[in-house]
């Protein structure tokens, strides 16, 4: 079922049980948020988005598993202090949530409130490009090392380029693929450090559960917006699943002479295209 017209096409089954089915019916809303963003970035305004789904939950309430067990990707102890985190979600400027049943359920009871914008929102203009076409000399994005590297040399090739319409990002801002939530402080100044030099007006930002505890830092650095995008990073780096939300058409530009073992992939992904 399709709620919103011009949404990218989706085939994750679970998505159509949505807790809030009406909010895709509205096309006004999801034009508002994107008029909202817009808005953000040419008055200079600071601002996180911060993005809530069952990782996030797992990950504030200690409940190891999943992505959230150690040795898995995030953190490599199971000894560990979650008060940076539960404190820095709550500092955030905007909490998003993914419209999934249980995704609103453990949102309501966690933070006690409704959240202010769908995650579902986010991973739409993602797939739509509307991302890099409507901040075209003026975006960056912030993810693990490895990503970012396939994602610049990527963005040398013209039909990557074209396929995103855009001429690259402005800033990549690198941290360690695995175990960042074990090195909040340490990762921070190696961000803070390439924040103060760079140049975007808007980031993108997967970075894992760190971005519980590390979000709301980074205005402290550079005055830009900054979403959450998640797996959207994957996206733009070719490794996208196909099944994740709204990403049902997306094409994944593969790199002929890239060593992608080197890459963190957490899920199989298809609908490749060899460049």
């Known amino acids: 079922m399709e709620f919103l017209i011009n949404k990218p096409k989706n085939y994750n089954e679970d998505i159509n049980i949505q807790f809030y089915q009406s909010v895709w019916s509205q096309n006004s809303k999801y034009e508002e948020f994107k008029n909202f963003i817009l808005d953000l970035v040419n008055n200079k ?29 995030d953190s490599n102890t199971t000894k560990r202090d979650l008060r940076p985190f539960q404190e820095g ?5 905007y909490l998003m949530c ?6 609103v359920e453990w949102f309501r009871s966690y933070f006690n409130r409704d959240f202010d914008f769908p995650v579902d929102y986010v991973y ?40 995103l319409e855009f001429d690259g990002f402005t800033d990549y801002i690198k941290v360690p693929q695995k175990y960042l939530c074990d090195n909040i402080d340490s990762v921070e100044l190696e961000i803070a450090e390439s924040l103060r030099n760079s140049s975007s007006d808007i980031f993108l930002i997967g970075i894992g559960h760190a971005q519980q505890a590390l ?7 550079k005055n830009a917006v900054y979403i959450v995008i998640g797996s959207g990073v994957d996206a733009y780096a070719g490794i996208q699943d196909n099944t994740r939300p709204y990403m049902g058409e997306w094409i994944n530009y593969q790199l002929k002479n890239f060593d992608y073992s080197k890459v963190d992939v957490w899920s199989p992904y298809d609908n490749k295209k060899f460049i």
Do not use: M, P
């Open 45 to 73: 305004e600071s601002k996180t988005f911060y993005k809530f789904s069952d990782g996030e939950y797992y990950w504030l309430t200690n409940n190891q598993i999943g992505s959230v067990q150690s040795g898995k990707r």
């Open 89 to 93: 979600v709550l500092k955030c400027d």
């Open 98 to 103: 993914q419209l999934l049943n249980r995704h």
């Open 124 to 163: 739409s203009l993602v797939s739509d490009k509307w991302f890099t076409r409507t901040f075209n000399g003026k975006i960056g994005i912030i993810g693990a090392d490895n990503k970012l590297d396939l994602i610049k040399s990527l963005c040398e090739k013209e039909e990557y380029l074209s396929y």
């Open 215 to 221: 979000l709301h830092r980074l205005k402290k650095y």
